[in-house]
């Protein structure tokens, strides 16, 4: 069984977006291994978007993820970065496919309701930068 890290972004808790999101996951046979509320600060921000601090949109990125708390859950399941990344669709909402969670909830390419993990290095990271292992769970 494989995890995957999911950070329901600002807008899909200001849009109460989360229920529904999660309802698609579920529906798709994914177990939550961990769920916790948390405000992201500037420092954390930097380490997990270190890849893109070079784009002139980082601080706005930085900005618009620390606008709010956040809620950061772990899913496990079969294939489940994959699965979980085609449930999303497309970063960008304004050309994801409508039946995909971005494609029916997300707005553009910043408010697009949830990170997820792209690949079993980067989970296995993300899911140790935001959860110590003790808040882990087999389910």
Partial sequence: MEKTLIIFKPDSLENKKIGESLRRFEEEGFDICACKMVQLNEK???EHY???KHIS???SIVNYM???PVIIM???GKDAIQRVRDLLG???SAIAPKGTIRGDLGTDKTRNIAHA???PENAEIEIKRFFAFDELFEV
């Fill in 44 to 46: 954390i921000l930097h």
């Fill in 50 to 52: 270190a890849h893109i």
């Fill in 57 to 59: 949109v980082f601080p």
């Fill in 66 to 68: 620390s606008s709010r």
């Fill in 74 to 76: 772990v899913l496990q």
């Fill in 90 to 92: 497309p970063t960008d």
């Fill in 117 to 119: 993990s792209d690949s």
